[in-house]
């Protein structure tokens, strides 16, 4: 059992590993925000894990109903933030990753401009 050292006491782990699985394969290990399949390849496998729809901090209960697959990107993302349902929760997370993918995409084109302009 982990062991919080801000306040010296033990706390429950979020998610064993059986229970976790049970998750996954419910999802059939893809994730509920983007759709990233953890079947395709092995480094999407490891990208896969288990979100609580409303995050623990939020007083978020463990579960079956507010647990979903998810990739570990989608669930920084998403943080601990609360919404109104999953639903309102995938399209942030999905309107976050499109921002990200733009300015990622703009930043690089500049770099290439510049290389081939030199």
């Not at 801000?6 to 759709?35: A, H, N």
């Not at 349902?85 to 942030?92: R, T, V």
């Not at 309107?95 to 300015?103: C, G, S, T, Y």
Request: glycine letters at 6%; a positive charge; one cysteine or more.
């Amino acid at each position: 059992m982990p062991f919080n050292i801000m306040t010296l006491s033990r706390v429950d782990m979020p998610v064993s590993q059986g229970e976790g699985m049970k998750i996954l394969e419910r999802d059939q290990f893809c994730c509920r925000y983007c759709g990233l399949d953890g079947k395709s390849s092995f480094e999407n496998a490891l990208a896969m894990s288990v979100d609580f729809v409303v995050p623990r901090a939020r007083k978020g209960k463990k579960d079956a109903g507010n647990l979903v697959a998810c990739c570990r990107p989608c669930n920084m993302i998403k943080g601990t933030r609360l919404y109104k349902n999953f639903e309102d929760a995938k399209k942030y997370v999905l309107a976050q990753r499109e921002e990200m993918r733009r300015a990622w995409v703009a930043k690089h084109a500049r770099g290439v401009a510049k290389a081939a302009t030199a």
